[in-house]
């Protein structure tokens, strides 16, 4: 599957309309050229997705036998799965593009995380003011692979930098501590100064003379 499948499809049928996600994600998508093209029919369907093969093949001008097959094989790789609908006592099938737009979200999640994964290594050169070295990256890179949030990396990162020091391993020791406090992002380090505060104040303040 490639692009130039994309161009013949606009060049045959110019009112065709290809989103945008579909393009940019087209070589993670386990399809072939007619199931490419199936899916494009169903992503163009404004109306309800009745399953009618008979009507596919029609507007597809490929054979009914064909037709089934090539939903078949979307409903196996779980790109499409076929419900049942009850409208006016008249129980229907139609065809669900859930499991797809579910497989496109994840795409979009995963793209979303390895920008923001490559925009803290940004960060961090940037208050070093040098290049990472690799063990520092590798260090950075198990802090993320063990969950911890990139807002709360970025808090230790600041807390170290408003310390005076520009060192992975105090970073470190801070997101270890943090860790143990049951800290998850940096809201939670927020609310416990503010928690710490309100104390402070309670102490500090003059009740005798008050």
């Known amino acids: 599957m490639n692009k130039n499948i994309i161009d013949e499809l606009l060049r045959v049928n110019t ?5 945008s996600y579909l393009i940019k ?3 993670k ?13 169903f992503l163009n369907n ?19 036998n064909y037709i089934l097959e090539i939903i ?14 009850k409208e006016n006592g008249i129980i229907e099938e139609f065809i669900s593009l859930d499991l797809f737009f579910g497989k496109i979200n994840l795409f979009l999640v995963e793209s ?16 070093f003011g040098r290049t990472l070295s690799p063990i520092e990256y590798e260090t950075i890179n198990k802090w993320i692979e063990s969950n911890i949030s990139l807002d709360l990396i970025e808090a230790a990162l600041k807390e170290a930098i ?15 501590e943090w860790n143990k406090k049951g800290y998850k992002n940096a809201d939670d380090i927020i609310k416990k100064n503010q ?6 104040e309670i102490y500090d303040y003059d009740w005798l003379n008050e």
């Open 29 to 41: 998508l386990d399809l072939d050229k007619n199931e490419f093209i199936m899916m494009l029919y």
């Open 162 to 176: 408003l310390s005076g020091v520009n060192s992975i391993r105090y970073i470190d020791k801070i997101l270890f």
């Open 112 to 127: 979303d995380k390895d920008t923001n994964s490559k925009d803290i290594y940004s960060r961090f050169e940037k208050e």
């Open 25 to 27: 994600y087209i070589s």
């Open 72 to 85: 078949n094989s979307l409903i196996e790789k779980k790109y499409i799965s076929i419900e049942m609908s």
């Open 46 to 64: 404004k109306e309800k997705l009745i399953f009618n093969p008979k009507k596919i093949s029609e507007d597809l001008y490929l054979e009914q």
């Open 195 to 200: 928690a710490d505060e309100y104390i402070e």
């Open 15 to 19: 009112n065709l309309i290809i989103p």
